[in-house]
């Protein structure tokens, strides 16, 4: 009997797990796919937001400004890339010089610090690849960007080395309470008949977060998925900006962006379209000339056709207009409709989530032996030659270079296999370690990357996916 179960193994289920797994309770998360973090928590724009754009008073609101000033201690703590590169606001003309003072009026009522509007010379010399017609920005140099699914794979890893478990390809199909009061508990029985007991539950499922609260008996919400396309740029289109770049926002949306990435890249998107199909990950034609458009009309130097891939997220928007986190039921807790900014939210949604848990009576005793720090993924990439050709002495398989893209050696990939949450398939190395994300996207690397995996998990090769659900990387034996 666990005490509490996760339901859903994104960002704000592993960060609630992190937070919980600070005290002596056993904790288990549950995942329908064959990682954590394939939903919208590794298909975003990678913003800690300032906090000026959300509605005074909301959830989103505290959340917003809470979590961006929790968010680089957290990283520094998990080791997850992070950057304080400011954001800006740019404004053509005075109908945008409006936008941007009711922004600025916002982000003071929400709390940000730092907030100001800059005119157009000193707006030229941040960022010299402008339009000549931006004329003025709201400047938030507490904006930051981070890695995504580093931070997803981080709180859930962390959370597992204080004891949490994780069960993947568990899609939660049925939840039932037995009992009452104190002795009350949920059995969450999965599409392929696996069951787990819990005395509590977390709905953090995303998009699927209103068919769960159903399952639990409290469905009061709908989830509309919505769509929002994105364009990577190689490392040589890295540099065309030193900020984030927004345009003024819109009631869909903060519009497209323009944003370096803490890799180096160059991100482009998204784009914002309510869709039916919460499986619908498709990149339109109709969507990158809409993103090609506007990143000509801000930057007209960007060279978009150093394009290397192109995704597409899903936000998870809910029918309040604000977060839906709350205790509905007895043991049953939601964390759901986390559109954005639930990245930057995060941190400050699970000590919240882990305080209506509290409150609702449940005992919290702090662990003596808890791990509050962990290793980066990215650690080898870090040291000088001399350092590097220290560990390569003792585990020569850091000296054996994959990845000729990223330059991603086997003693990395090794690591992504070993270390909480394990890579169980080839997109799982990829996120972990960059391999197979530079130019030739895996076409040199991948055939060496499913060698190795199948090696080490005695596997045969025919047996590992892409990305889980049948995406198998080989059929059959050709020679
Ligand atoms: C296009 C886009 C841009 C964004 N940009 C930003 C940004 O720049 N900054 C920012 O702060 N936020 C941003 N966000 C928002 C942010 O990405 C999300 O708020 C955050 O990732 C939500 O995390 P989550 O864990 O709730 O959801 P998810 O990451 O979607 O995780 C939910 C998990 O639940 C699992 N699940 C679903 N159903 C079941 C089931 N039945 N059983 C078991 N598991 C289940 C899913 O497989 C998934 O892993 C953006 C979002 C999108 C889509």
């Not at 507490?142 to 890695?147: D, E, F, L, M, S």
């Not at 005395?199 to 499922?205: G, L």
């Not at 839906?324 to 990245?343: D, H, V, W, Y």
């Not at 391999?435 to 060496?448: E, K, L």
Request: hydrophobic residues 35%; charged residues 25%.
């Amino acid at each position: 009997m666990f005490d509490v179960a996760i339901i859903g193994a994104g960002v704000i289920g592993g960060m609630i797990a992190r937070e919980l797994s600070v005290y002596e309770l056993k904790i288990c998360m549950l995942e329908a796919e064959n990682d954590v973090g394939r939903g919208s928590s590794s298909a975003n724009s990678a913003i800690v937001h300032a906090g000026f754009d959300a509605k005074p008073g909301t959830l989103k609101a505290r959340f917003n400004v809470e979590g961006s000033g929790m968010m680089e201690r957290v990283c520094a703590d998990l080791g997850v890339k992070y950057k304080k590169n400011g954001s800006i606001v740019v404004g053509f003309g005075e109908e945008d010089r409006k936008t941007l003072e009711e922004l600025l009026e916002r982000g003071r009522r929400n709390g940000v610090r730092e907030l100001y509007i800059a005119e157009k010379e000193e707006l030229h010399a941040m960022e010299p690849g402008l339009a000549e017609d931006a004329d003025c920005a709201l400047v938030a140099p507490t904006g930051a960007i981070v890695c995504p699914y580093e931070l997803t794979f981080a709180a859930v890893g962390n959370a597992m080395d204080n004891g949490a478990e994780l069960l993947l390809n568990f899609e939660a199909e049925k939840i039932e309470e037995t009992g009452s009061g104190k002795d009350a508990y949920y059995t969450v029985e999965a599409k392929d008949g696996r069951k787990i007991e819990a005395r509590n539950i977390v709905n953090s499922a995303g998009l699927y977060s209103d068919a769960i609260a159903e399952m639990a008996g409290c469905g009061t919400f709908k989830i509309t998925p919505r769509r929002g396309e994105y364009m990577l740029l190689d490392k040589t289109s890295g540099n065309a900006c030193s900020c984030t770049i927004f345009r003024t926002p819109t009631k869909m949306g903060k519009g497209i962006l323009i944003s370096p990435t803490v890799d180096g890249n160059l991100l482009l998107g998204p784009t914002s379209v309510n869709i039916d199909d919460k499986e619908d990950f498709s990149v339109t034609a109709e969507g990158l000339d809409r993103i090609i458009a506007q990143v000509r009309r801000e930057m007209p130097k960007v060279n978009t056709g150093s394009v290397i891939t192109s995704f597409c997220g899903l936000r998870a928007v809910g029918d309040t207009g604000d977060f839906i986190i709350n205790n509905p039921k007895r043991g049953f807790f939601n964390a759901a409709a986390i559109e954005s900014p639930g990245l930057t939210s995060s941190p400050a949604i699970a000590r919240y989530v882990a305080e209506l848990i509290r409150d609702s009576g449940l005992e919290m005793k702090k662990k003596d032996n808890y791990i509050a720090t962990r290793r980066a993924y990215h650690w080898f990439r870090e040291l000088d030659k001399e350092e590097r050709n220290k560990v390569i002495a003792k585990e020569p398989e850091y000296g054996h270079v994959i990845c000729r893209c990223e330059n991603i050696t086997e003693g990395e990939i090794l690591n992504a296999i070993r270390q909480n949450p394990r890579a169980t398939d080839i997109d799982g190395v990829k996120m972990r370690t960059r391999a197979q994300m530079g130019r030739c996207q895996g076409g040199f690397c991948g055939p060496h990357i499913v060698k190795m995996m199948a090696e080490f998990m005695g596997v045969p090769i025919l047996s590992l996916t892409k990305k889980g659900k049948g995406s198998f990387m080989n059929i059959q034996k050709t020679k």
